[in-house]
């Protein structure tokens, strides 16, 4: 049974970092694509950030590109992604998601989801 556990959520003032991480159990990063997802309240589900087959395979939503930067440890199985210049608008439920396979990173569907954890910026 696959499952990714979210780790690094946290309360943080405007302009701080957090570095979330994502680490898997039944499955490996290193077979398939990855990405990071986040929800906020009354708000769909946004795509930010994917990580493909290699290092320097990464995909990012505009809203978030230059101030969020994805990474995987396959030897460690986990995923990371930093959260830096954090803005109150960044507060929401950070989820990361995986696949068997790799694609172009784009409007990719995932098989496997995290329960989420969650990001509070305050102004």
């Known amino acids: 049974q696959v499952q990714l556990v979210e780790s690094g959520g946290g309360l943080v003032h405007a302009g701080g970092s957090l570095r979330l991480s994502c680490s898997a159990s039944?499955?490996?990063?290193?077979?398939?694509?990855a990405g990071w997802f986040r929800q906020a309240p009354g708000k769909e589900r946004e795509f930010l950030a994917a990580?493909?087959?290699?290092?320097?395979?990464?995909y990012y939503a505009d809203s978030i590109k230059g101030r969020f930067t994805i990474s995987r440890d396959n030897a460690k199985n986990t995923m990371s992604l930093q959260l830096n210049t954090l803005k109150p608008e960044d507060t929401a439920v950070y989820y990361c998601?995986?696949?068997?396979?790799?694609?172009?990173?784009?409007?990719?569907?995932?098989?496997?989801w995290g329960q989420g954890t969650q990001v509070t910026v305050s102004s």
């Open positions: 990580s493909g087959w290699s290092a320097g395979a990464t």
């Open positions: 998601a995986a696949r068997l396979g790799f694609s172009t990173l784009r409007n990719v569907k995932y098989t496997y």
């Open positions: 039944g499955h490996s990063f290193s077979v398939g694509d």
